[in-house]
């Protein structure tokens, strides 16, 4: 059975760059028929696509966060990471990370991100 | 970029039938697919209708989705609610470089 877990830290100061891994077990990232994303949910909110990611490097971002987001993978830890940089109050959510066919499923337990100085 | 407009709320009685739209800005609803996701609170999101009108394993058939094209929106339809349904419903859609959720709906059985 797939499983995603995000992980990093949960406070991260304004102006600087929130950095989170999701690792994927009981599969492999490198499978040919899947994206890897990244979605978020501020408290109390909706859900926001911030980017996808294919096993072999080739990426979308959602338009809004383009200039900030930075998403990469490495097949040899069945890893893919999020950066975020020059984060405000308003990138505080729960961020997800999830599998994706045009479906995002399943999804990972989420982890928040609060930013606070 | 398109948006996916959803109401805010809806409620209704368990045992009765409830249809939870999603509204496509621009471009076709045809064009790509659209899901479903139910949120209960303090949980991630699970999916319970995929390509238009599709159900996962697991998800009862209750639930069912559909699209029409000439209100371009989508719907969620659950019908025999039980207070268990109770929780907040995403649809997100696509694309060639987008992914979009709508702003998500409350679901209140009472």
């Known amino acids: 059975q797939l499983q995603l877990q995000e992980s990093g830290p949960g406070l991260v100061k304004p102006s600087e760059t929130l950095s989170l891994t999701c690792t994927v077990s009981?599969?492999?990232?490198?499978?040919?028929?899947?994206?890897w994303g990244w979605i978020r949910q501020p408290p109390g909110k909706g859900l926001e696509w911030i980017g996808s990611?294919?096993?072999?490097?080739?990426?979308y971002y959602n338009p809004s966060l383009k200039s900030r987001v930075t998403i990469s993978v490495d097949t040899s830890k069945n890893q893919f990471s999020l950066k975020l940089s020059s984060v405000t109050a308003a990138d505080t959510a729960v961020y997800y990370c999830?599998?994706?066919?045009?479906?995002?499923?399943?999804w990972g337990q989420g982890t928040l991100v609060t930013v606070s100085s | 970029n398109f948006m996916l407009t959803q109401p805010h709320s809806v409620s209704e009685s368990p045992g009765k039938t409830v249809t939870i739209s999603c509204t496509r800005s621009?471009?076709?609803?045809?064009?790509?697919?659209v899901q479903w996701y139910q949120q209960r609170p303090g949980s991630s999101p699970t999916t319970v209708i995929y390509?238009?009108?599709?159900?996962p394993s697991g998800v009862p058939d209750r639930f069912s989705g559909s699209i029409d094209s000439s209100s371009n929106s989508a719907s969620l339809t659950i019908s025999g609610l039980k207070t268990e349904d109770e929780a907040d419903y995403y649809c997100?859609?696509?694309?060639?470089?987008?992914?979009?959720f709508g702003g998500g709906t409350k679901l209140t059985v009472l």
């Open positions: 009981g599969g492999s990232i490198s499978s040919s028929s899947y994206y």
């Open positions: 997100q859609s696509y694309d060639s470089s987008n992914q979009v």
């Open positions: 990611i294919y096993y072999s490097g080739s990426t």
């Open positions: 621009s471009g076709s609803i045809a064009s790509n697919y």
């Open positions: 999830a599998r994706s066919t045009g479906v995002f499923d399943p």
């Open positions: 390509e238009d009108n599709q159900r």
